[in-house]
């Protein structure tokens, strides 16, 4: 294959591509439509053409025809006026016209067989022409449809990526971050709540013993008479206890300053 060829069917083919991406469905059965009746129009015109031109033959072929039979009278009167030589001439021109009418009825056969098969065409045609019509409209809705629905496709397939549904999908996020934290705040902020009110629980506890413990020992310094410990200064078997009361104490304060 030569390079001429090779080069002569890329360019071919590129056209040929360019021409079908080019075509529009709904312009290109309009204008089908259009050159159809176009055609018809002109078959119209050969087919009223051939019928006249039928007519013509028959009238040429008719007139032909009355020349040879007046011809043939008139032989037949040279006859009878005894003229044989005028007759003889008579005949030969009825002969000539016979002739012609014979090769006009001839040519009128043909021309009528000629007007029938384009008028069949015609008929035809206009047959296609009709039905044409009625797909044309047909098709264009469907090519509309076709359309219509290829875009929306490209559309609903573009929305996961780019344009609105990408950005409606990255405020929801947003919005899902922006619940996240605002729950994750308001739990630190609980919790810190919760340790606060259970260290005053707690604090609240200690001060009460403390408060119980200073009135126990309040009462029991100011009435020995009741049976209760004896002063400190004095000599008793009861400073043990008093040891051991101020040990529970210092326990306490070293209890207190770890809270």
Partial sequence: MGLFDRVSRVVRA???AAVSSAENPEKILDQAIIDMQEDLIQLRQAVASAIASQKRIQQQANQAQSEANNWHQ???LALQKGDENLAREALNRRKVQTETATTLKAQLDQQSATVDAMKRNLIALEGKISEAKTKKDMLKARASAAKAN???????GGLGTTGSMAAFERMEEKV???EARSQAAAELAGADLESQFAML???SDVDD???ALKAQMQLGGA???QGQLPAANAASPAAPKD???DDELESLKAELDQL
């Fill in 243 to 245: 040891a051991a009361i």
């Fill in 176 to 178: 899902m971050q922006m």
């Fill in 209 to 211: 013993d403390l408060a």
């Fill in 14 to 16: 590129n056209l040929n």
């Fill in 223 to 225: 009435a020995p008479s």
């Fill in 74 to 76: 008139r032989a037949q």
């Fill in 150 to 156: 290829e875009q929306l496709q490209r559309t609903v």
């Fill in 201 to 203: 629980e707690s604090g």
